[in-house]
């Protein structure tokens, strides 16, 4: 198993930058594909970005392909969500999961595919 504990939310302006952390405990974290999922509120959660075990690949939703990067420590167990030229739409709160991968590929994108979850990180975003 794995646990996970978001930081790195807050209130910004549009425009601004803001990066958020996810640790993990265990010591397997590089058995793992991680992602980032966020819920606005009245919306369902949808799918931001995903990382391989070794942090060589990555997918993004179309909403913040460009401004978003996706990044990971798998010697601190650690990955980092980097959010550039932020947007009121971006406002959510952000969750950080964990998927056991015995391969490096597929990236798993689906929140299904993600067993682990964080308690999320809230992410408000001013016009």
């Known amino acids: 198993q794995v646990q996970l504990a978001e930081s790195g939310g807050g209130l910004v302006q549009a425009g601004d930058s803001l990066r958020l952390s996810c640790a993990a405990s265990?010591?397997?974290?590089?058995?793992?594909?991680m992602g980032w999922f966020r819920q606005a509120p009245g919306k369902e959660r949808e799918f931001v970005a995903a990382i391989s075990r070794s942090g060589g690949s990555t997918s993004y939703a179309d909403s913040v392909k460009g401004r978003f990067t996706f990044s990971r420590d798998n010697a601190k167990n650690t990955v980092y969500l980097q959010m550039n030229s932020l947007k009121p739409e971006d406002t959510a709160v952000y969750y950080c999961?964990?998927?056991?991968?015995?391969?490096?590929?597929?990236?798993?994108?689906?929140?299904?595919?993600?067993?682990?979850w964080g308690q999320g990180t809230q992410v408000t975003v001013s016009s």
């Open positions: 999961a964990a998927s056991f991968r015995s391969t490096y590929y597929p990236i798993p994108t689906r929140q299904h595919e993600y067993p682990y």
């Open positions: 265990g010591r397997t974290f590089d058995n793992y594909a």
